[in-house]
Structure formats: C-alpha cells, structure tokens
T-cell receptor, first 113, second 118 residues
Framework: AQSVTQPDIHITVSEGASLELRCNYS??????LFWYVQSPGQGLQLLLKYFSGDTLVQGIKGFEAEFKRSQSSFNLRKPSVHWSDAAEYFC???????????FGKGTLLTVNP | EAGVTQFPSHSVIEKGQTVTLRCDPISGHDNLYWYRRVMGKEIKFLLH????????ESGMPNNRFLAERTGGTYSTLKVQPAELEDSGVYFCASSVISPGTLSYNEQFFGPGTRLTVL
C-alpha cells in the first residue's frame, strides 16, 4: 500500500530564510509525486509535480522539489521564504488506474517577520 | 473559469442528523473525487466518479455515506445518520480525462466543507 510521511508537523522560519519541507513516500511502482499548499480559507493548490525525467522540478511561487529514488524522498525547497508562504503544505503520491492521491499529514509553515 | 465549488462551507449538526454536501466540479471535468481530512490526520481518499459512474469507492468509511453524481455534473455526499467521528473537512476535486493516454491530469480542489457533528 502506498503511504506518505511528512515528519515535521509544524515549522517556523524567518522571512528571507531558506526552507526545506521533508517528504518520504512508499509506493510499489514509479510514483507520481505532488506538493500541494493550502492557505486559510482556500482549497488545495498544486505547487509542483514529478512524473518522470529530471529529478529536480520547478513549481509555482519559487518552489522546487527533488526526487531521490534511493531515499524515497521528495523534499520541497525554497531559497527565500516570503510572509505570504505561511500555509499548510501537503505531499502526496498518486497512481493506479484512477490516480487517487495519498497524502501526508501536512506541515504547517509559520513565517516570522 | 470557475474553480471547484463546494457547499456549504461549514455545517454543524447533531449526532444522528443527516447532512448533504455538494460539489460542483470544473465544467468539462469528468473525473470527480471526494476526500476527507479528520482533524490531526491526513487527507484520505473516499471515492472517485467518472461522469456518473462510481469507479472506486474503496475509501468510503461505511454505509452511512452515500455519494451520487446524477447526470455526471455535480455530486452530493450524504451522511445519514451522522456520528461524532464524521467530523472533519470534506474536499472535492475534479480533473479532465485524457482518452488513450496514460497522462496524469491535475486534480483541482475545492475549498472544502467543514463538518462538525456534536
């Protein structure tokens, strides 16, 4: 069965600092991997996705993620965090005939001024 | 273009009552998914429609939950009778279908319905 682990429930960073959110997955085949963000009162918004090819993927809002098969990881990074990045971030793996998503528990990001 | 919409945004009901949640997908999206997030837990898949047909309802918790998608447009999720453990946020998502390919199409999520059962 597929699963996703986000080991950090809550992370606090200062504005302008770099950010890395961790994600480990378990999946029997080549996974489709995603990062979603949810701001208060909003739906989940797709930040980036990995299907195949280049293991470093670029997303919206200056985010990037790197797929490391040997470590079963798909960590999200941003070089300089903005106050508007404060939100909850979800890593997900998808696949199978209907592409349903399996999510991690989420990481809540707080940005200090 | 309008995104995925869900109604109501919040619902507070007593244990034993019935609640119906509605999801309007993006126009032209034949895939429709329901997910749920119970507080402190991960977002979990409930079921998947292709047009009006249920493709996968392996995530439905029990027979108190009934999902429909008559006409292949909007979908409803009814909980009857509601229990305390049904409290959480219910998300709907939709995506297009790319026939004849194995490409994955992005799921667009609605803002969710927060259900509180007292």
């Amino acid at each position: 069965a597929q699963s996703v682990t986000q080991p950090d429930i809550h992370i606090t960073v200062s504005e302008g600092a770099s950010l890395e959110l961790r994600c480990n997955y378990s999946y029997g085949a080549t996974p489709y991997l995603f990062w979603y963000v949810q701001s208060p009162g909003q739906g989940l918004q797709l930040l980036l996705k990995y299907f195949s090819g280049d293991t470093l993927v670029q997303g919206i809002k200056g985010f990037e993620a790197e797929f490391k098969r040997s470590q079963s990881s798909f960590n999200l990074r941003k070089p300089s965090v903005h106050w508007s990045d404060a939100a909850e971030y979800f890593c997900a793996v998808g696949g199978g005939s209907n592409y349903k998503l399996t999510f991690g528990k989420g990481t809540l990001l707080t940005v200090n001024p | 273009e309008a995104g995925v919409t869900q109604f109501p945004s919040h619902s507070v009901i007593e244990k034993g009552q019935t609640v119906t949640l509605r999801c309007d997908p993006i126009s032209g999206h034949d895939n429709l998914y329901w997910y749920r997030r119970v507080m402190g837990k991960e977002i979990k898949f409930l079921l998947h429609f292709v047009k009006e047909s249920k493709q996968d309802e392996s995530g439905m918790p029990n027979n108190r939950f009934l999902a429909e998608r008559t006409g292949g447009t909007y979908s409803t999720l009814k909980v009857q009778p509601a229990e305390l453990e049904d409290s959480g946020v219910y998300f709907c998502a939709s995506s297009v279908i790319s026939p004849g390919t194995l490409s994955y199409n992005e799921q667009f999520f609605g803002p969710g319905t927060r259900l509180t059962v007292l």
